[in-house]
């Protein structure tokens, strides 16, 4: 089995899907900007070959490049694993002509305009939501849609240059801050708990499901630097008020003809208990959440993952053990992190529940919270009970604080 995987390096979690990959058995022909004597260390063991290219987010030159590298050697498939990539692995499977989802189906992932109207021909309920390339585009959508809005780039990544809107003076406001964006969707706001539902499909039928919930929404700790966001998977997927959220995530994979491998969908439960679809990406969960489903279950799914896409098998045992909470914490004031406050007690207390503690150290600078939801490290805890999982969180987002000067 020989796997081309666009970029094997970064973002720094898909190395574990290139050691998943090697694992399996693959042959992995790595494809990336970085040179490969800069690559880390513990990445060589999994690399067959690799292939460094100038610019990667360049998908004509990146497709070009890779099929004259191959030169007349065949593959059996070719797989990506970011988001901004998902597409140009799409064209390079029609160049060379290997299995896998089309450029069409994939191009349904990420255009949420496309996404949103093909979600809504087959009868799931959408938000709103109008393409907008203009200033004077998006004011006209902002009167049709009516606030609160949602603004965001028509093929962004996680929650990057998204806004919720007010009203009309914060709508000008925040297109000062959007002249780099080329097209949006300027969409409705659905009032409600925000959930994930994530898979990994063989042939669009989910092998493994996955339940998170936000707290909170993502759209409301990008905007308030005071947070501490919390992301906790959810043990008890048989919950009566999961049910809708999770058919309603699989007629999405219909509609949107899924093929093998990662997806992370995005949904609303409203206060009458209805889902409401938000977005879907053709990829895994960022900041952790994979990480977070492996210790929900125990189980490896970056190799789970790479034995779907390369022999449609999934081996792992899918139940599910813990609510496994993730705690991002972003430090007061600016500079380096200076202390810690409540993290030694909060550890002493909760250490047999506490499975990552991945907090900035004393002395390293402060990350921009505005550009990583990851901000200045995390805890990451577990537990079999939903309501001691949620208590030990919120404890964690509350009584801890980073300071930094």
Same mark, same amino acid.
């Given at each position: 089995?020989?796997?081309?995987?666009?970029?094997?390096?970064?973002?720094?979690?898909?190395?574990?899907?290139?050691?998943?990959?090697?694992?399996?058995?693959?042959?992995?022909?790595?494809?990336?900007?970085?040179?490969?004597?800069?690559?880390?260390?513990?990445?060589?063991?999994?690399?067959?070959?690799?292939?460094?290219?100038?610019?990667?987010?360049?998908?004509?030159?990146?497709?070009?490049?890779?099929?004259?590298?191959?030169?007349?050697?065949?593959?059996?498939?070719?797989?990506?694993?970011?988001?901004?990539?998902?597409?140009?692995?799409?064209?390079?499977?029609?160049?060379?002509?290997?299995?896998?989802?089309?450029?069409?189906?994939?191009?349904?992932?990420?255009?949420?305009?496309?996404?949103?109207?093909?979600?809504?021909?087959?009868?799931?309920?959408?938000?709103?939501?109008?393409?907008?390339?203009?200033?004077?585009?998006?004011?006209?959508?902002?009167?049709?849609?009516?606030?609160?809005?949602?603004?965001?780039?028509?093929?962004?990544?996680?929650?990057?240059?998204?806004?919720?809107?007010?009203?009309?003076?914060?709508?000008?406001?925040?297109?000062?801050?959007?002249?780099?964006?080329?097209?949006?969707?300027?969409?409705?706001?659905?009032?409600?708990?925000?959930?994930?539902?994530?898979?990994?499909?063989?042939?669009?039928?989910?092998?493994?499901?996955?339940?998170?919930?936000?707290?909170?929404?993502?759209?409301?700790?990008?905007?308030?630097?005071?947070?501490? !966001?919390?992301?906790?998977?959810? *043990? /008890?997927?048989?919950?009566?008020?999961?049910?809708? &959220?999770?058919? $309603?995530? =699989?007629?999405?994979?219909?509609?949107?003809?899924?093929?093998?491998?990662?997806?992370?969908?995005?949904?609303?439960?409203?206060?009458?208990?209805?889902?409401?679809?938000?977005?879907?990406?053709?990829?895994?969960?960022?900041?952790?959440?994979?990480?977070?489903?492996?210790?929900?279950?125990?189980?490896?799914?970056?190799?789970?993952?790479?034995?779907?896409?390369?022999?449609?098998?999934?081996?792992?045992?899918?139940?599910?053990?813990?609510?496994?909470?993730?705690?991002?914490?972003?430090?007061?004031?600016?500079?380096?992190?200076?202390?810690?406050?409540?993290?030694?007690?909060?550890?002493?207390?909760?250490?047999?529940?506490?499975?990552?503690?991945?907090?900035? !150290?004393?002395?390293?600078?402060? *990350? /921009?919270?505005?550009?990583?939801?990851?901000?200045? &490290?995390?805890? $990451?805890? =577990?537990?079999?009970?939903?309501?001691?999982?949620?208590?030990?969180?919120?404890?964690?987002?509350?009584?801890?604080?980073?300071?930094?000067?």
């Amino acid at each position: 089995m020989k796997v081309v995987f666009l970029a094997p390096s970064y973002p720094p979690e898909m190395q574990q899907y290139t050691r998943g990959l090697a694992e399996v058995g693959a042959e992995v022909y790595g494809v990336g900007d970085a040179p490969r004597r800069s690559l880390p260390p513990q990445l060589e063991p999994y690399l067959h070959d690799y292939l460094q290219v100038p610019r990667l987010l360049d998908g004509d030159d990146v497709v070009s490049r890779v099929v004259t590298w191959l030169h007349g050697r065949s593959v059996d498939r070719v797989v990506a694993n970011w988001e901004v990539m998902v597409e140009t692995a799409a064209r390079l499977r029609e160049r060379i002509g290997v299995p896998g989802m089309s450029s069409d189906a994939v191009r349904g992932f990420r255009d949420k305009q496309v996404m949103k109207e093909r979600v809504a021909a087959a009868g799931l309920r959408v938000p709103r939501a109008i393409r907008v390339r203009t200033i004077a585009e998006t004011r006209a959508a902002a009167e049709r849609i009516g606030y609160p809005l949602v603004l965001k780039p028509i093929a962004g990544a996680g929650s990057a240059d998204t806004y919720k809107i007010e009203d009309a003076g914060q709508l000008e406001r925040v297109l000062g801050r959007m002249n780099h964006v080329r097209e949006a969707s300027c969409e409705e706001y659905v009032t409600g708990d925000e959930y994930t539902f994530d898979t990994v499909c063989i042939a669009g039928k989910p092998a493994f499901e996955n339940i998170a919930q936000y707290l909170p929404k993502p759209i409301e700790a990008r905007s308030n630097e005071w947070i501490s !966001p919390v992301i906790i998977t959810v *043990r /008890d997927m048989a919950a009566a008020k999961l049910q809708p &959220g999770i058919a $309603l995530g =699989r007629r999405v994979l219909g509609a949107l003809g899924m093929g093998d491998g990662f997806t992370h969908m995005e949904w609303f439960r409203t206060a009458g208990g209805d889902a409401v679809f938000g977005e879907i990406g053709c990829r895994p969960g960022g900041a952790f959440l994979v990480d977070q489903m492996n210790y929900t279950c125990d189980i490896d799914l970056f190799r789970e993952w790479a034995r779907v896409v390369c022999f449609h098998e999934f081996k792992a045992p899918t139940a599910r053990k813990y609510n496994a909470a993730i705690v991002f914490k972003r430090a007061k004031g600016r500079g380096r992190i200076v202390r810690v406050d409540g993290a030694r007690e909060f550890i002493r207390r909760y250490r047999d529940c506490i499975v990552e503690d991945k907090l900035l !150290p004393i002395g390293a600078h402060r *990350r /921009d919270w505005t550009k990583t939801l990851t901000s200045d &490290g995390h805890l $990451l805890l =577990r537990h079999p009970d939903w309501d001691r999982t949620y208590q030990m969180a919120m404890e964690a987002a509350t009584e801890i604080t980073m300071w930094a000067e």
